[in-house]
Nanobody, 129 residues
């Protein structure tokens, strides 16, 4: 059974850092583009970062460029999100997701929630002032 499990969230002070992990099992992880999304209370889920299946190209939302870094280790079936200089507005549940349609393609990472087929359960990030 395919599964994505996020970890690494927590309570951190503004200006701090976190590294989120998303471990995949039951799927050919190295074949899929992966995305990180977040959902703050009362807001829609939004794209923050994505990475191609090969790990060669990363994409970021404008709001997080320069602070967030996505990476992946296909040997460990894991995708990471390094978050630096955390801000209170980064408070949200962070989700990783796989784009099934990216398998065997060389296209860019997609950014719409509806374009991702498989999701983890999320990990909470709370940033205090």
């Amino acid at each position: 059974q395919a599964q994505l499990v996020e970890s690494g969230g927590g309570l951190v002070q503004a200006g701090g850092s976190l590294r989120l992990s998303c471990a995949a099992s039951g799927l050919t992880f190295s074949s899929y583009h992966m995305g990180w999304f977040r959902q703050a209370p009362g807001k829609e889920r939004e794209f923050v970062a994505g990475i191609t299946w090969s790990g060669t190209t990363a994409y970021y939302a404008d709001s997080v460029k320069g602070r967030f870094t996505i990476s992946r280790d296909n040997a460990k079936n894991t995708v990471y999100l390094q978050i630096n200089n955390l801000k209170p507005e980064d408070t949200a549940v962070y989700y990783c997701a796989a784009d099934w349609s990216s398998r065997g393609t060389y296209g860019p990472v997609r950014r719409l929630v509806s374009e991702y087929n498989f999701w983890g359960q999320g990990t909470q990030v709370t940033v205090s002032t």
